[in-house]
């Protein structure tokens, strides 16, 4: 199967984290990436819904999108 040389660094990466890591430690890593976008999400809602004028904050909501990124990656290494 041919894939895109992007698509084969990746692939190459992910495996190479996952031999580093161990399976216990990408478990570990999932579970920390999740919970710190759970309090990115917690600090973006608590900022748009106290206040009556909605202040965006993008760079909160770009850095969440990227972790949501990391931890779909590391869900299809477990």
Same mark, same amino acid.
């Given at each position: 199967?041919?894939?895109?040389?992007?698509?084969?660094?990746?692939?190459?990466?992910?495996?190479? @984290?996952?031999?580093?890591?161990?399976?216990?430690?990408?478990?570990?890593?999932?579970?920390?990436?999740?919970?710190?976008?759970?309090?990115?999400?917690?600090? @973006?809602?608590?900022?748009?819904?106290?206040?009556?004028?909605?202040?965006?904050? +993008?760079?909160?909501?770009?850095?969440?999108?990227?972790? @949501?990124?990391?931890?779909? +990656?590391?869900?299809?290494?477990?």
């Amino acid at each position: 199967m041919n894939l895109s040389l992007l698509c084969g660094i990746l692939q190459d990466w992910g495996l190479a @984290i996952k031999n580093g890591l161990g399976q216990t430690g990408l478990i570990i890593a999932l579970v920390m990436l999740g919970a710190l976008a759970l309090m990115i999400a917690w600090n @973006i809602l608590k900022a748009s819904l106290g206040k009556t004028k909605i202040k965006i904050l +993008w760079g909160q909501i770009v850095l969440l999108i990227i972790i @949501i990124l990391f931890i779909a +990656w590391f869900f299809t290494l477990v």
